[in-house]
């Protein structure tokens, strides 16, 4: 089997309802387990999420948990998830998804090496950035 390399998203306590939103954005099937499905004994953990993993049919692989009682989350800003391809609609799409209760903080737009590109920050706080490859005319064009 190769190997991969996939975002592992930490949260507080939203791991569930942020994997659910991804979900929503993406599709795929979602998986998730408790602390207390994994034989943690009753206490502010056994509802928290230990392991949840989003597989889509764009061959994303997206995971999360929420940090346990005593382990301390540090919600990150050197850390950003990139989208990038030639799928307009897909990635158009995933942008509006993302920026529904979010802020986009650079629209979506034509930029001068002659992609789309615009980034938004999600209602759970992850960093997007959405690149859609041009066409190839204009500007550097080298067809």
Known sequence: MASTL??????????????EFYKDVFGGTLTMNTFGEFGAPPGPDTDK?????LETESGFT????????????????????????DDD????????????????????EKQM?????GMVTDRFGTPWMVNIAGSGEGEGSTD
């Open 62 to 85: 997206l995971m999360a948990s929420d940090a346990p009682e005593g382990m301390e989350h540090s919600a990150g800003s050197s850390i950003t998830i990139s989208l990038s391809g």
């Open 89 to 108: 609609a897909e990635l158009r799409g995933y942008f509006d998804k993302l920026a529904d209760g979010g802020t986009v903080t650079m629209p979506l």
């Open 6 to 19: 996939n975002p592992y998203l930490g949260f507080a306590d939203q791991a569930k309802p942020a994997m």
């Open 113 to 117: 090496w002659g992609d789309e590109f």
């Open 49 to 53: 999420i230990m392991h949840a993993q």
